[in-house]
């Protein structure tokens, strides 16, 4: 019914309307038809609450917004491992929307963690592509089933900051569709977002925002999507081709000069009218879904208190020797660090929200009745250590029965815009830990981080409790889970190495100039350290709880299938222990005697249930012939290695409790890409991962693309400030950034460290994007012409009105 009246509308516009309805009126708003009753509708930032911004535009993406509610971020949620808990934070940020009057929620992101060093790990839910899916699906349903819109970002490849604006993203096909799109696939089959996001980089050659296979082959034509498909803020290079490659919508408004395009291109007949004419539909049939909706009041304590809940539900117990938590209110407590007070609740960037009120730990466990002092221990801005701190933090800490010290990364350690240089904590946070537990072997550490960090002190304390970012209540939370209000549930989402070089990305994260070498291939997180043997300090799926579970009885409902078939899998979990409290169950696939590259093993299921001590019950699975699939690149298609496979189900990749064989057969032949000659590299894994230029070529059936421009090729609109510094007007045009960053540094220290590193990589393209300081499209094309020594053209089109 509404593609229908958006089809009927669409076919009552000019050219030019269709044209201009398929970008933004400005940074956040769709433009309005008033004639045909199409109102202007707002998209806005928010995968973990909402960011509405104040101003219509901004700098760089830093504004001040409205007050929201800051739920926990998708790194500390995945921990959950309850896709019920992200459909309700998804409906509570709905309403929040509804409130404010925002139609489309940025979010969620649910790119791969293909590196612990990324940046923007934060945001995103897991190394596995089957837990993020199903909760990214979740998600997508609870703040759709209030009428909201969501928007699946960032599609696809989206792995890194560093020249993520440029990059060209080096992968074989199989891994591609294996690891970093199986996810999307599947919320987007599962729970059709209203749109999708695409990245800024470049897969398999070509920019997402014009990318034919991945905007259309794959995700219209083999999915099924009927959404809309929106650039990322400035990701858009051609317009005319975006276009023709299933971009429907340009954002943010960056002047007329691309919809005169799309006019013009449709006008020549280089486009079909019918392409505009779907994309403005889709961009109508959005705003049509938009209206309607009652107005609505959230409750903003009871979203605190779900955020809290969400918090607690979703932090890892890393850690527990001794049985020392939860603690007891009875017990002499000494509260350590500056994070007790000010947690690290978010990360940085255009998710970061303007919460409603932040919780204390120092405050809340004080209203649960525990009596306590208080040490600083470390300065909050700074990473060298405080002699003074420390000695009075160990003075507190001295004969009490249990402290309770606070680290973690403070922001300018993890943000949007630039990638983690290490996995370390800083050298305030660490010394004080090692300190601390040589005066009191007692020692809780709770950790705010929004990913991996190395911990050199773990085996000297005797409690480790990850609170990742866990929202603006996790200072409640934390307080519960301590003093066992709340009994850790959470498993970690994403495998800890013992060291950053164990991870299969480290040689080749964050590539090079012009690429990103994805060698490790579909040998990410888990799949690497199980297949390779590789020691870790925490596995993925791994977290520990105040009472113990038991798994039995493990049946199939057949020891031979077909493609085609449903196996049921079923086990028996019991609480053994003395507490209530909640175990994920978790199940993997493994094919016995592979012929082709394939993982030790990959999750195809996960159940959580809360379970009174001494209860037990049944947990089944349903795993189809896509459970025990690879993608085929001959065949275009999932295909099943038939052969003897292996159920095995636990509480983590490395306890498996239960397994059980069965035989698989299959109705499709196909030649197996048995690749052993060719890339012996990856059969061998425990002998180290190490890709020779040779071998990852003939993985990618391919010639490796160049990974730096050439000297004294051309500029284009594509090139980066650091590609520009040896000429002319590159040295002034940087002279003039930087004087914006210094400005930017007046106001806040870290964003100029964040403008920096944007700047460095930044295309020239992007100077449409820096707020009142902004270039037209028009001129930044006339600069391009400068800097290739067309300089009178160059002249003509810099005086030229935007």
């Not at 300018?412 to 005066?439: G, K």
């Not at 297949?531 to 039995?552: E, I, K, M």
Request: charged residues 25%; aromatic residues 8%; glycine residues 8%.
């Amino acid at each position: 019914m509404i593609k229908e009246k958006a089809r009927e509308l669409v076919a009552k516009m000019t050219l030019e309307e269709k044209a201009s309805l398929c970008s933004g009126k400005d940074f956040w708003y769709l433009k309005t038809i008033e004639r045909l009753g199409l109102p202007a509708i707002m998209l806005t930032d928010g995968p973990h609450g909402l960011r509405k911004q104040l101003s219509s535009s901004e700098d760089l993406g830093i504004s001040e917004n409205v007050p929201a509610v800051c739920f926990p971020t998708a790194a500390a949620m995945a921990c959950s491992f309850d896709p019920n808990l992200l459909h309700e934070v998804g409906e509570a940020i709905a309403q929040e929307c509804l409130q404010e009057g925002v139609s489309v929620l940025l979010g969620p992101g649910m790119n791969i963690k293909r590196s612990p060093l990324c940046g923007r790990n934060f945001e995103y839910y897991s190394e596995d592509p089957y837990l993020s899916g199903r909760l990214a699906a979740a998600f997508i349903e609870g703040v759709q089933s209030r009428g909201v819109g969501t928007s699946l970002k960032h599609f696809a490849a989206n792995n890194q900051e560093k020249r993520r604006l440029t990059v060209d993203a080096v992968m074989d096909k199989r891994t591609f569709r294996e690891i970093y799109l199986a996810g999307f696939e599947y919320a987007v089959k599962k729970a059709s977002p209203w749109t999708v996001m695409c990245s800024y980089n470049r897969v398999f050659g070509e920019f997402a925002s014009q990318n034919i296979y991945l905007l259309t082959r794959i995700l219209r034509e083999e999915w099924g999507f009927e959404g809309l498909v929106v650039s990322d803020w400035g990701a858009v290079v051609d317009r005319v081709k975006a276009l023709a490659a299933g971009l429907d919508l340009e954002m943010p408004h960056l002047g007329p000069t691309h919809d005169e395009r799309v006019a013009q291109a449709v006008a020549d007949g280089k486009i079909p009218v019918e392409v505009l004419d779907h994309a403005a539909e889709n961009v109508t049939t959005l705003i049509l879904r938009s209206q309607g909706h009652e107005s609505c009041r959230y409750d903003a304590s009871a979203h605190h208190a779900l955020a809290r809940r969400v918090a607690a539900e979703s932090a890892v117990l890393l850690k527990n020797a001794d049985h020392l938590l939860p603690g007891s209110t009875s017990a002499t407590a000494a509260v350590i660090g500056a994070f007790a007070q000010i947690p690290r609740y978010q990360g940085s960037g255009s998710s970061r929200i303007t919460p409603i009120q932040v919780d204390d730990a120092c405050v809340e466990l004080e209203k649960l009745g525990l009596h306590f002092e208080y040490a600083e221990g470390y300065r909050e801005a700074s990473d060298l250590p405080d002699d003074t701190l420390i000695a009075e933090a160990c003075r507190t800490a001295a004969g009490k029965d249990i402290v309770y010290l606070f680290a973690g990364l403070p922001d300018r350690y993890e943000s949007e815009t630039f990638d983690r240089e290490h996995l370390s904590l800083p050298q305030s946070h660490n010394r004080l830990i090692e300190a601390v537990s040589e005066v009191n072997r007692n020692v809780v550490v709770i950790l705010y981080c929004g990913g991996v960090v190395e911990l050199p002190w773990a085996d000297k304390v005797k409690s480790i409790l990850l609170l990742q970012l866990g929202g603006e209540a996790v200072g409640g939370a934390a307080a519960d889970l301590l003093l066992g209000l709340v009994n850790p549930s959470g498993k970690l989402a994403e495998s800890w190495p013992l060291k950053l070089e164990d991870n299969p990305s480290y040689n080749y994260f964050p590539g090079f100039p012009l690429t990103v070498e994805y060698r490790e291939a579909l040998f990410v997180g888990y799949r690497y350290y199980d297949s390779a043997r590789v020691s870790v300090r925490f596995p993925f799926g791994f977290g520990l709880s105040y009472t113990s579970f038991g798994l039995s009885d493990l049946r199939l409902s057949s020891d031979q299938i077909s493609d085609g078939d449903t196996l049921q899998v079923s086990c028996r979990v019991t609480n053994t222990g003395s507490r209530a409290g909640s175990e994920v169950i978790q199940l993997y696939v493994a094919k016995k005697d592979s012929v082709i590259i394939r993982a030790e093993q990959e999750l195809k299921g996960f159940a959580k249930v809360h379970l009174a001590p001494g209860e037990n019950r049944e947990v089944q699975f349903d795993l189809s012939s896509r459970d025990f699939a690879y993608y085929n690149i001959h065949l275009s298609d999932w295909h099943v290695e038939e052969g003897e496979y292996e159920i095995r189900v636990g509480s983590s990749s490395r306890n498996i409790e239960l397994k059980q064989s069965l035989r698989l057969t299959t109705k499709i032949k196909a030649d197996l890409p048995d690749m052993r000659q060719e890339t012996p590299c990856y059969y061998r894994l425990p002998q180290g991962l190490v890709v020779s230029d040779e071998e990852f070529s003939r993985l990618l059936g391919r010639a490796l693309p160049p990974r730096e421009r050439v000297k004294g090729s051309p500029h284009t609109n594509n090139s980066t400030i650091t590609d520009i510094q040896d000429n002319w007007f590159g040295r002034i045009l940087k002279g003039v950034l930087d004087r914006k960053v210094v400005q930017l540094g007046a106001k806040d220290p870290f964003l100029k460290t964040m403008a920096e590193k944007i700047i460095k990589d930044m295309p020239l393209r992007f100077l449409t994007m820096l707020g009142r300081d902004s270039m037209s499209i028009l001129q930044v094309e006339g600069l391009v012409d400068l800097l290739n020594g067309r300089v009178l053209k160059g002249i003509r089109k810099l005086r030229k009105p935007s």
